[in-house]
């Protein structure tokens, strides 16, 4: 069978789309800075033509009392004023007749962001503009204006970063599309007319193939299904025959893109939103902002347990679609909260869902898993997550900065049912059982498969990795970088664009990662070297703050994110599977995602409390050595379990 | 072929979608920035209009006795074509020199309030449908408004630049779009080569398969070489085929 049909079709072709679309921006990018320039360039001929009347009809006023030029007094001061109220003059001369700087003023603050234009746009000679001082038609000096080149470009700095934006979504759109796309056309097709055969040839004439999914092979398709057809009216039996079942994870990967871009679109601003909104006297400003975040985390521990029984009960497909309509509402009524208990119910109530939805995609991916690839499974499945994720958020700060932030989750909730309507189409609903891989253990183990939770390496991964990992997410990302950086006065759009930095390293290195801990690398290294980078990333912070340290910090930290992510579970599944007692998987999964959501809601709720005592900083560095602490159990863990490992087959002599 | 054409589709349709948004915001962005240029030079032109009523307010006179206020606004609005109308009004809030003849039908009754609540530093900042309006305040020294400017400025020259604009960004948007299409399809024709190979190599094999039939021959017809990629091979393809066909045949003759 076709491993992931869609996959071989679409890397080739995506790397091209994404080239077409960046160049498409950044040509349409240079061009419009050309066109602002000349369009704006009579309003600013104008703006310079007033400041040359207005200083000329002061300066001639006091040379009418008879006070030669170069000896006029505090004109200085009077120019800088002017400086005030013409933002692109830099700088304003005061000349004599014989070329002498009468006075003089200079701009002295530097626009912020001014270095991002630089690349864009040409460094023009600065412009100057000269006009003549007469007094009683005699020429008595010359003002000389320098305008900033960059004066068009620096106000454009937000559109550049909002088209930025836009860009990046799109082409993470592009490549699930064009997935999709060939998956349709050419790696399903195929995959099922070759199935088919291979069933028809083993002598099975139970199936066909209908003819929309047999793309450009429906000739084929056709001839085939109509075996199956003849047959079965030769026995009498008139039904219609079932299609091949055939499920791909691709099936899942659009639906649920666009399902988490719309749930992460409040990503940049949930805590400001709901801190913003108030509530009853004793709900802090603090208090306000985590509790959305702490009621998400609530609500999907809640679930956390009985995800192995609903997955056996309601088959994903139906699960997904049932999940649509009521997270669209639950994303209305965040929209439309003036409280922040309101918001934390809504919000809750939406991750009561969307986890609801996320776990049949999970399921499916799993299912839909060759063999041996678990971590590349979860890895694609957390992939398209991350993906949306880091779609969501850039896209939401950038719609909140413009439309306002409960606008911003109306058009969540549009999307949401955008995700619906493309994965009734594409998600099919009968999948196989997974593949249990059967390995040598070593000792017969006894007990209930609970038993699984007391496991010392899964203690340790729990304690080791998940724990840190999901606490600096929580606290860290979610919550302390838009506050802090809030703090700071930076608006959401950017805010946006920083927590967006921590989805796109989990998007860029989330595959290769997977691969690596499929392949040679395996899961260990991953684990620890991830975690002590976050580890390190996060103590940094004692030593530098600000915008761009943040920013910096919150990229590595996704790195480190991600080389522990997708690799926790596929580890937690290794352990669970080296168990024999039947069951242990589905409950180690369990355990490790409940104990995951815990662990953030405690790390969220300590860290208001820590932030109003000792500084956003410090609890974040005290994150770090948490994560450095967890590096530190693992590798101890790690010796010891091969310690016994050792000593155990040394015992049994093989 | 076909899944080039569905591919480019879709790279267009996201294409396009994009450069919309970048048009439409930067359009929205150059209109912002337009205006307030617009409303800073006006504010600077209002305060300078505003010095000779000053010098006579500082005496604690009326407005109204300025003489050649009609000249001094003339002079300001001739500055600029753009500018409709300036007017002065008195404490009452009446309008005592305007450089349009039917002052009464221009000024609106809340400007003067509004403008004294604003306080000197702010002024008046309103933009209506047609007009920018920007006012500044007059006060005597002991901190009383004596009345006040207020400039009327036409948009219509703003909108046309802003428009124009639009459809500069709109033009150079549409062209990169159709050279990326152009660009895009070689791209791809190349990039797929591979599975258009594989789609043909399995459709030729099942066309000699067919043949066989309307020949009624079951001699071999094996010219081609077969073709393999993306994971299938067409000799595969064609030894399942024939297998699977034996199956059926079988199956179709059995004895009830």
């Known amino acids: 069978m076709l491993e992931q049909p869609g996959r071989i079709a679409a890397r080739r072709v995506v790397i091209w789309a994404a080239l077409t679309l960046v160049v498409s921006l950044l040509v349409t990018l240079y061009a419009a800075l050309h066109i602002f320039e000349e369009a704006i360039a009579p309003e600013l001929n104008k703006r310079s033509q007033l400041i040359g009347v207005t200083v000329r009809e002061e300066i001639e006023r006091a040379l009418d009392y008879g006070v030669p030029l170069d000896s006029i007094a505090g004109v200085d001061t009077y120019l800088e004023g002017v400086l005030d109220d013409f933002e692109e003059v830099e700088q304003i001369t005061l000349l004599s007749v014989s070329g002498a700087i009468a006075a003089t003023a200079t701009r002295q603050t530097q626009v912020p962001g001014a270095e991002i234009q630089t690349k864009l746009a040409d460094i023009d000679e600065p412009a100057w503009i000269s006009l003549p001082i007469l007094s009683r038609n005699a020429l008595v000096g010359e003002l000389r204006l320098e305008t900033d080149p960059k004066f068009v470009s620096t106000r454009l700095r937000n559109v550049v970063l909002d088209i930025l934006v836009v860009g990046l979504v799109s082409v993470l759109l592009l490549f699930e599309l064009i997935i999709w796309v060939t998956a349709g056309a050419v790696g399903k097709p195929l995959d099922r007319i070759f199935s088919l055969l291979r069933e028809q040839a083993a002598g099975n004439f139970k199936h066909v193939i209908p003819a929309p999914d047999a793309g450009e092979l429906r000739r084929i398709a056709r001839r085939l299904s109509d075996r199956a057809i003849d047959l079965s009216e030769r026995a009498g039996k008139h039904l219609q025959l079932p299609a091949l079942p055939q499920a791909y994870f691709v099936d899942i990967r659009l639906p649920l893109f666009i399902f988490s871009t719309a749930t992460e679109i409040s990503g940049a601003f949930l805590p400001l939103y709901s801190r913003d909104a108030g509530g009853p006297e004793w709900l802090t400003p603090n208090l306000a902002a985590i509790a959305p975040l702490v009621a998400y985390l609530v609500a999907i521990a809640l679930v956390a347990p009985f995800s192995s029984v609903i997955v056996r009960r309601i088959d994903p497909r139906r699960l997904f679609i049932i999940s649509i309509p009521l997270t669209a509402v639950t994303m209305v009524g965040v929209g439309l909260g003036n409280s922040a208990i309101l918001i934390a119910f809504w919000h809750g109530a939406m991750a009561l869902v969307y986890a609801l939805a996320t776990i049949a995609c999970q399921e499916y991916a799993l299912r839909t898993a060759s063999r041996g690839e678990d971590a590349q499974a979860i890895g694609s499945f957390l992939f398209v997550i991350l993906g949306g994720a880091f779609c969501g958020t850039a896209l939401g700060g950038v719609l909140a900065n413009r439309i306002g932030a409960g606008q911003t989750f109306f058009i969540g909730a549009a999307l949401v049912l955008l995700a619906g309507i493309v994965g009734a189409r594409t998600i099919a609903p009968k999948i196989g059982e997974r593949i249990r891989q059967q390995t040598v253990y070593a000792r017969e183990p006894t007990g209930p498969p609970a038993g699984i939770l007391l496991n010392a390496r899964f203690i340790a991964l729990i304690l080791g990795i998940s724990v840190p990992t999901n606490i600096g997410m929580a606290v860290f990302i979610w919550y302390l970088t838009p506050v802090a950086l809030s703090a700071d006065g930076v608006n959401v759009a950017d805010i946006g664009r920083v927590v967006m930095l921590y989805y796109l390293m989990q998007v860029l290195a989330g595959p290769i990662v997977a691969q690596l801990a499929d392949g040679k690398v395996g899961n260990l290294p991953l684990l620890i070297g991830g975690i002590t980078i976050s580890g390190l990333a996060l103590s940094s912070l004692m030593l530098w703050s600000g915008f761009w340290p943040i920013a910096i910090v919150v990229t590595l930290f996704g790195l480190g994110h991600t080389m522990c992510d997708a690799t926790q579970y596929s580890q937690a599944i290794r352990i669970a599977e080296s168990d024999p007692r039947p069951g242990t998987v589905q409950i180690a999964l369990s355990g490790l995602r409940l104990i995951e959501r815990l662990a953030a809601i405690a790390g969220l709720a300590a860290s208001v409390f820590l932030v109003d005592n000792i500084g956003y900083d410090t609890t974040i560095a005290g994150i770090g050595m948490m994560m450095l602490t967890g590096a530190v159990i693992m590798v101890l863990v790690q010796i010891v379990t091969t310690a016994q490992g050792k000593s155990n087959t040394v015992r049994s002599g093989k | ?256």
Do not use: C
């Open chain 2, 1 to 256: 072929m076909a899944i080039v054409w569905r591919i480019l589709v879709a790279i267009g349709a996201i294409n396009f979608i994009v450069l919309f948004i970048f048009v439409s915001i930067a359009t929205l962005q150059f209109d912002t920035i337009l205006s307030g240029l617009i409303q800073e030079r006006l504010v600077v032109i209002a305060d300078r209009v505003r010095v000779p009523f000053a010098a006579v307010a500082n005496l604690g006179l009326p407005l109204s006795t300025v003489r050649n206020a009609r000249a001094i606004l003339e002079d300001a609005r001739q500055d600029d074509s753009n500018i409709e109308h300036i007017h002065v009004y008195g404490q009452d809030g009446a309008i005592v020199h305007s450089t349009s003849r039917t002052p009464s039908a221009t000024l609106s009754q809340t400007w003067p309030a509004e403008l004294h609540s604003k306080g000197i530093k702010e002024g008046l900042r309103i933009e209506t449908e047609n007009a920018f309006i920007v006012g500044a305040d007059i006060t005597s020294p002991t901190q009383e408004l004596s009345g006040g400017i207020v400039i009327v400025y036409s948009k219509s020259q703003a909108r046309t630049q802003v428009l124009a604009t639009a459809a500069s960004l709109g033009l150079t948007a549409g062209l990169v779009l159709a050279g990326m299409l152009f660009f895009g399809w070689g791209v791809l024709r190349i990039a797929l080569s591979e599975h258009v190979r594989v789609f043909g190599g399995i459709l030729a094999a099942y066309d000699r398969f067919e043949r066989q039939f309307w020949r009624s021959s079951m001699v071999d017809h094996e010219g081609d070489t077969p073709i393999s990629g993306l994971g299938v091979s067409s000799s595969t393809f064609d030894s399942l085929l024939k297998q699977s066909e034996t199956r059926y045949i079988d199956r179709r003759d059995k004895p009830f």
